[in-house]
């Protein structure tokens, strides 16, 4: 049983713009914090943001100011906008919750 999806990845230019979303089973939505995570060839997977079931949101310094975490409690769907994107946020993105992982979309900047 499939219980993240994320969609939303793609090739954009350097000062663009991009939304993930993810949909989440409403078991897993209803109890755990929402993260983002990313990863790139040869490095481990960082913590990019993440929502907690308050709404409390939290950012690695590399995206503050830049990304926006939000979740939509009727739609079981957490979000990530990402503005004023650079070459060095390429990476394949993973929603996160609990033990669970989607299975990762990629986001490519470049011009």
């Known amino acids: 049983q499939v219980q993240l999806v994320e969609s939303g990845g793609g090739l954009v230019q350097p000062g663009g713009s991009l939304r993930l979303s993810c949909l989440a089973s409403?078991?897993?939505?209803?109890?755990?914090?929402m993260d983002w995570y990313r990863q790139t060839p040869g490095k481990q997977r960082e913590l990019v943001a993440t929502?907690?079931?308050?709404?409390?949101?939290n950012y690695a310094d590399s995206v503050k100011g830049r990304f926006t975490i939000s979740r939509d409690n009727a739609k079981n769907t957490v979000y990530l906008q990402m503005n004023s994107l650079k070459p060095e946020d390429t990476a394949v993105y993973y929603c996160?919750?609990?033990?669970?992982w989607g299975q990762g979309t990629q986001v490519t900047v470049s011009s």
């Open positions: 409403e078991m897993i939505f209803s109890i755990y914090a």
């Open positions: 996160h919750a609990g033990i669970r």
């Open positions: 929502i907690t079931l308050g709404g409390v949101t």
